[in-house]
């Protein structure tokens, strides 16, 4: 079976990281940009503004 090229990350807003609303994004599994934290301007509806967007781990999952 081949290799995964992408991962799939959570982005939250960096000034409340709890807010209710957030992205997933497709981030390279290897290379130079795999070790590199994801931030991205993008619409938060919660404050109705663009806000600065970080990388955080997705959370767990129950089967």
Do not use: Q
Not at 8 to 26: A, C, I, N
């Amino acid at each position: 079976m081949a290799k995964k090229t992408h991962v799939k990350v959570r982005l939250v807003p960096e000034s409340k990281p709890d807010s209710p609303f957030f992205y997933y994004v497709k981030k390279p599994a290897g290379g130079e940009k795999a070790k590199v934290k994801l931030s991205a301007k993008k619409y938060n509806p919660a404050t109705r503004k663009h806000e600065t967007f970080v990388e955080k781990k997705l959370p767990p999952h129950s089967k």
